[in-house]
């Protein structure tokens, strides 16, 4: 399973599928104190990024993987633009 939903934090592994998504966004709203643990998040369909950018969650581990440090620096970002130059 990419996404392990526990009481407080999503825990984000591999690579997580478009039916990822639904799934993620309906479990943030649920309770805006939620967290997710990105640290073993390898890749992940554009929905599920979609998700994490539009809700902004707190992240309790960011992501080691190189590939994903514009998605750190994108959810780290407090203004509301897509697109960093």
């Known amino acids: 399973m990419p996404i392990a939903y526990k009481k407080k934090v999503a825990v984000m592994t591999g690579h ?29 369909h554009t929905a599920v990024y979609q998700v994490l950018l539009a809700k902004k969650p707190k992240v309790s581990a960011w992501p080691e993987a190189d590939a994903l440090y514009w998605l750190t620096e994108m959810m780290q970002n407090k203004q509301s633009k897509v697109w960093f130059e």
């Open 16 to 44: 997580c599928e478009i039916e990822e998504a639904e799934a993620l966004f309906a479990w943030l709203n649920e309770e805006t104190s939620r967290q997710v643990n990105l640290k073993a998040l390898g890749s992940a």
